[in-house]
């Protein structure tokens, strides 16, 4: 059999090269042709194709990893550790804070199961959720305060901003949603102010509850515009069927006792316009219908002084909202009054830390040295009583 002939070549010839017979490039002080780092030398056309097909086929992290770390590279701080925040706050709501909101077992399970299942199909419910975790986190943990309230003042922008899209396209299938948006939408209103100093020095108390009332009559605007059915709704618990209430019946009753007396008052008061003057009477009266409602309604697991905060905002007259804002003497008077409300819920809802005694001192300071201050004697003496 005849011999395969070959040239000799002190670099090796192109079949030994195929055949990869090595070459003692080190010895004879040559650059290696086999060599395919930066471009140099001529890599075979066998070896060209080796190289790409193992670079499409291959599934090794060194292909994968730069992508990764190209999108992280140089992350903002507030968002480098916020996929885990979120994390954290998700766990946090199903582990801890759905249960601060009621102790009735049916009511829990609801805000737990059913409420978080709705939120994972309406994005603006599943952000007040967690600006709820966030904020509780953040009355929890006094050091990290600054950073569980920055997140939760993320989630509380994202929802608002999502739910005022949804609100233009209100339907059957969002309505329970929206609805449960907007109530946790008002505890992380209440929740807001006193977690951090994100408010500034210029944060008023009665101007932040005037706000409150606003989003309240949100709450009923949404109600009546969707014929929303609550029986089907994740939280019909709160709203519907048998419960008791778990309460003082003398606190809510020694403050309907006061109103008779505060109407007849704003009835002769002088320097009250004839137009104000109705629109004050209807607030006192709308105060009046509240306490004896939630007194007759009962809902398991929720105090009365709980839907009391919320039920009257719902009856005042809109105006009474301009009078308040404008601080007006006698909507001052009437705000001192739900101050006591407050400070009765306040022990069983953490997210009215504070809110009591900031709102009277406001108002306080507001009435100082005018005939109105004899008007709230007694709501100071309720809540400095202790």
């Avoid at 070549?9 to 990869?20: A, D």
């Avoid at 994202?158 to 949603?177: D, F, L, P, V």
């Avoid at 109103?259 to 709308?286: H, N, W």
Wanted: hydrophobic fraction near 40%; include cysteine; aromatic fraction near 10%.
């Amino acid at each position: 059999m005849a011999r395969v002939g070959h040239k000799k070549s002190r670099h090796g010839c192109l079949r030994c090269k195929k055949r990869r017979v090595k070459v003692p490039c080190t010895r004879h002080k040559v650059l290696c042709s086999l060599q395919c780092d930066g471009g140099q030398g001529r890599d075979s056309p066998l070896a060209s194709r080796r190289s790409t097909k193992k670079a499409r086929n291959s599934s090794s992290p060194a292909f994968s990893l730069p992508t990764s770390l190209d999108l992280f590279s140089h992350p903002e701080p507030e968002q480098s550790d916020s996929w885990i925040l979120d994390a954290e706050l998700i766990h946090h709501y199903t582990m801890v804070s759905y249960g601060t909101l009621s102790h009735a077992p049916e009511v829990c399970h609801a805000l737990r199961s059913g409420v978080f299942r709705e939120a994972l199909s309406h994005p603006y419910l599943l952000h007040e959720l967690l600006a709820f975790a966030g904020f509780h986190l953040a009355s929890l943990n006094p050091n990290d305060r600054h950073r569980y309230s920055l997140r939760a003042f993320h989630h509380q922008k994202m929802a608002t901003g999502q739910m005022r899209e949804a609100i233009a396209i209100m339907n059957s299938t969002n309505c329970h949603a929206l609805f449960l948006t907007s109530i946790f939408l008002i505890v992380n209103a209440f929740a807001e102010p006193f977690n951090c100093n994100i408010t500034g020095n210029t944060f008023s108390p009665t101007k932040a509850v005037v706000d409150i009332f606003s989003l309240v009559a949100g709450i009923k605007l949404i109600f009546h515009s969707s014929g929303l059915d609550l029986g089907s709704s994740p939280l019909n618990v709160l709203f519907i069927g048998a419960g008791s209430n778990k309460c003082d019946p003398y606190r809510l009753q020694s403050l309907l006792e006061q109103l008779p007396e505060l109407r007849s008052r704003t009835y002769e008061a002088k320097g009250i316009e004839e137009t104000q003057k109705q629109v004050l009477i209807a607030s006192i009266e709308a105060l009046q219908n509240c306490i004896d409602t939630v007194s007759r309604r009962k809902a398991p697991g929720i105090l009365i002084e709980i839907r009391a905060l919320f039920v009257w905002p719902v009856m005042l007259p809109k105006e009474f909202l301009e009078l308040a804002r404008d601080d007006h003497p006698m909507a001052l008077v009437l705000l001192a009054y739900y101050s006591v409300i407050l400070y009765w819920a306040e022990p069983e809802c953490w997210f009215l830390n504070s809110w009591p005694k900031r709102l009277i001192g406001d108002i306080i300071q507001k009435l100082a040295g005018t005939p109105w201050a004899s008007y709230i004697y007694w709501t100071v003496g309720c809540i400095h009583s202790n």
